[in-house]
């Protein structure tokens, strides 16, 4: 397996625009989180689906943000309008008996 | 509200050392706790877990120690090499769910 993939691994934006995320999870993995990486926040948990189900996006910080997972294969990440202090290191995790595999992560400039 | 606490945020060791990086949590719920290892552009990488019905979990030249009383748990690099230069997370999760990861801590490993 080539792992769980993220495209794009690097994007720059402007302000106001609209960012779109992918991720391809492990095959057979069940649960599917995504996460945000700053250096002032370390690493946060934005949102996390279990069989394709949205279970908990507490961590989605406003609006802005909306995730969805249209089947087993398949995660996005948008973010509408993005804004200059969404930039950082967004990641993809799939997960199996409680071991989760990150992918490369894409690096978003809002500039 | 971080759930798990480490320390230190840094530390440089000369090769051949050993290095150790504390975690604290609050949440006695927890029952599965990871280490994750991330280098320069890339994702955590899976290191090493370990569940609180064990007090102490090897593999290779990485140990974990756990004491569930204390609510501790850390990370030991034994005979530290250059390659392990990088930042290491200590996480925490209960069931099948959400990684609430620590703040990392940066090794430098001195040739």
């Known amino acids: 397996d080539a792992g769980v993939i993220q495209s794009p691994r690097h994007e720059v934006t402007e302000m106001g625009q609209e960012v779109t995320l992918r991720c391809k999870p492990i095959?057979?993995?069940?649960?599917l989180f995504w996460y945000r990486q700053t250096m002032m926040r370390g690493l946060e948990l934005l949102i996390y689906?279990?069989?394709?189900?949205?279970?908990?996006d507490s961590g989605m910080p406003e609006d802005r943000f909306s995730a969805k997972m249209p089947n087993a294969s398949f995660s996005t990440l948008k973010i509408q309008p993005s804004e200059p202090r969404d930039s950082a290191v967004y990641f993809c995790?799939?997960?199996?008996?409680?071991?989760?595999?990150f992918g490369q992560g894409t690096r978003l400039t809002v500039v | 509200q971080q759930q798990v606490k480490q320390s230190p945020q840094s530390l440089i060791v000369q090769k051949g050392g050993i290095s150790i990086i504390n975690c604290a949590y609050e949440?006695?719920?927890?029952?599965?706790f990871p280490w994750y290892q991330q280098f320069p552009g890339k994702g955590p990488a899976l290191l090493i877990a370990?569940?609180?019905?064990?007090s102490e979990k090897k593999e290779g030249r990485f140990t974990i120690s756990f004491n569930k009383s204390a609510k501790q748990f850390s990370l030991h690099i034994m005979d530290s090499q250059p390659g392990d230069s990088a930042t290491y997370f200590c996480?925490?999760?209960?069931?099948?769910?959400?990684?609430?990861f620590g703040a990392g801590t940066t090794v430098t490993v001195r040739a």
């Open positions: 995790a799939s997960s199996a008996d409680r071991k989760a595999f």
């Open positions: 095959s057979g993995h069940n649960s």
């Open positions: 689906f279990n069989n394709n189900v949205p279970i908990d």
């Open positions: 949440n006695t719920a927890f029952d599965y």
């Open positions: 370990i569940r609180p019905d064990v």
């Open positions: 996480a925490a999760s209960r069931g099948d769910y959400k990684l609430s």
